[in-house]
């Protein structure tokens, strides 16, 4: 399939002088789910605001559909719908009216709007609620509003920035599915940004790891895990420090293994076929009279992957604060 | 057009904010309607001492010009709110990254609150109706008077667009809003007649643009068209607004790029 997005070299210095975006280069091809993963202050967003006309890049070339990002901006304004980290809806518009206004701007007659409008309010759910304010709605409700803002004019690529950040598991998950099906059905490509280690695994087709501006990793997420070539299994014991050298000893004799760390529940082992080798060593302790409190295996997780390239994980806080309102409340 | 069907629907958007949010439209009269009733009834024995207000003029008919101003730079400081607001909820990065015309995001701004000051004026001119003072020049004196409240209202506006854009804080604009306001108004010819005033005042108020406009409604009230006074009064307000709406253009400029 052909490339619908080109990025070489951009680079991204704030007056400031930080290096925001830091020499990255990739392509999406047409009708892809391609994401970032990276953690807060990554340079995801500044990469998203470059690629739909917001921010003026300091370097190298973007190309979206053919067109030059900075010389045919309006050209591409056209054809992308855009997500933004902050839900963008009209708290005094109702939800029709919001997705609506969308449709105006750009530029679609209203026949065509209102049977649009009617389409999407059931793609994400909302014809119950279309006549509300979005005032009204909960956090979900508003994402999936502001989902649909974007979708109005059929773009051919649909550009999230974080799309579940703050979102209750639930409404997450609701967000996803209305994702894959505009993927698969509508045959939008999609470029999503996010700092979910399960969200870029669950959808991303292929994803690029970034990370202080850099892209450190790239392919699918199980070509970045493979990448890791190893399982790991957790061990906890029910006397950790008096049996830990012991336990480490008789482990590092099986075959197979290949690193034993210490870890927050005692030992992690990182092995090939980890599966095969929890029965060795649940054996092996058990005769040595070590007694096992639990044993946990896992394959490699995209944390893992973020691991092996930077030396630390993605630390993400679940629990994400709505962003602080102004004082003095409601403004006009 | 593009430009002119978007301005259309920016402007459409701030007009439903404002009808769905009666609380605000309350607000913003609430002053000058304090000012109306209850302000002029303390100075209603002005007209008592000859040669203070004009012969046959009470104190009312005399200061509605002045508490119509004082309602324009009200909704007008509420302007640069609004554009504070678009750029914190992300609102205006979503317009920009549709194709929609630049120029309309002012403009319908700009035309919203035109529409809302004229609403205002209307309401006020109603009450003051009620309570006896009319306009003289009838329903083309109102149309004028309307029109020069509403072009002072967007040189205002620019004001507080400027001031938001810059300091994109909601607080800063209504500070600074307060601190030019009540000067201006209290340093003019708007609530009491210029010859009542100390000399310093009324030289301050030769170069008030207030009072120029406030001049320009008190005669369409009063007197008539005396166009003497209304032509140069909307060149002054005419200098006022290329300044104030320069700098929001500049300011727009910075923040679109």
Redesign the interface.
């Known amino acids: 399939m052909s490339d619908i997005i080109t990025v070489k070299n951009l680079v991204e210095v704030y007056s400031d002088g930080t290096k925001a975006v830091d020499d990255i280069s990739f392509k999406v091809s047409e009708g892809e789910f391609f994401g970032f993963l990276g953690p807060n202050g990554a340079g995801k967003s500044t990469t998203i605001k470059i690629l739909t006309t917001l921010l003026r890049k300091t370097s190298g070339t973007v190309n979206i559909a053919g067109y030059d990002v900075e010389k045919q901006a309006a050209a591409i304004r056209k054809i992308i719908g855009v997500q933004s980290q902050e839900t963008t809806v009209d708290g005094d518009l109702t939800g029709r009216e919001n997705i609506t206004l969308q449709g105006h701007f750009h530029q679609m007659n209203g026949d065509e709007i209102k049977k649009r409008v009617n389409e999407l309010l059931v793609l994400v759910g909302l014809e119950s609620a279309a006549e509300k304010r979005a005032r009204n709605f909960s956090g979900g409700m508003k994402k999936r509003l502001d989902l649909a803002t974007a979708l109005i004019h059929k773009p051919k690529i649909l550009f999230l920035d974080e799309p579940t950040t703050g979102l209750d598991p639930q409404s997450r998950s609701a967000i996803w599915s209305y994702l894959e099906k505009i993927n698969k059905e509508e045959g939008i490509t999609i470029f999503l940004t996010t700092q979910y280690l399960e969200e870029a695994d669950k959808l991303c087709k292929r994803l690029s790891i970034i990370d202080v501006g850099k892209i450190v990793a790239s392919g699918s997420p199980k070509e970045l895990k493979q990448e890791i070539g190893a399982d790991s299994i957790r061990i906890s014991l029910a006397n950790c420090e008096k049996d830990k050298e012991k336990a480490k000893e008789l482990i590092r004799s099986l075959t197979d293994v290949n690193q034993i760390l210490d870890s927050e529940e005692c030992l992690t082992v990182y092995a090939k076929n980890a599966g095969l080798l929890i029965a060795d060593i649940v054996r092996a302790l058990d005769i040595s009279g070590i007694q096992l409190e639990s044993v946990t295996f896992s394959s490699p997780s995209l944390d893992d992957v973020f691991m092996k390239h930077t030396g630390k994980r993605i630390r993400t806080e679940e629990l994400v604060k709505a962003p602080s309102r102004m004082f003095g409340g409601r403004r006009f | 057009m ?1 430009l002119l ?2 301005t259309r ?1 920016v402007f459409i ?1 701030y007009i ?3 009808v ?2 009666p609380i ?1 439209l309350f607000f913003s009269l609430f002053q000058p309607i304090l000012f109306l009733v209850l302000f002029t009834q303390l100075l209603t024995r002005l007209g008592n001492f000859p040669g203070i207000l004009p012969p046959g003029v009470g104190y009312l008919e005399f200061a509605t010009a002045g508490i119509l101003m004082q309602n324009a730079f009200g909704s007008a400081l ?1 302007s640069g ?2 554009i ?2 678009d750029i ?4 205006l ?8 015309s630049r120029p309309a995001i002012l403009l319908g701004r700009l035309t919203s609150d035109a529409f809302r000051v004229v609403i205002q004026t209307a309401i006020i001119l109603g009450l003051a109706y009620a309570l006896g003072a009319f306009v003289t020049t009838g329903v083309i004196g109102i149309l004028l008077i309307f029109f020069t409240i509403a072009f002072f209202g967007l040189a205002w506006s620019g004001i507080s667009l400027a001031l938001g854009m810059k300091t994109r ?3 800063t604009v209504f500070a600074i809003g307060g601190v030019i306001t009540f000067p201006l108004l209290f340093l003019s010819s708007a609530l009491f007649p210029i010859s009542f005033l100390p000399d310093w005042v009324q030289t301050v108020s030769k170069f008030n643009p207030v009072s120029y406009a406030v001049d320009a409604c008190r005669v369409l009230m009063i007197n008539g068209f005396d166009w003497g006074t209304i032509l140069p009064a909307w060149g002054v307000i005419g200098l006022v607004a290329i300044i104030t709406l320069s700098a929001t253009l500049y300011q727009f400029r910075k923040v679109v ?1």
Do not use: H
């Open positions: 593009t069907s978007d629907y958007r439903r904010k404002l769905r949010t605000l509420q709110n609004s504070v607001a914190d909820s992300g609102f990065q979503k317009m920009l990254v549709t194709p929609m804080s909601a607080e790029s």
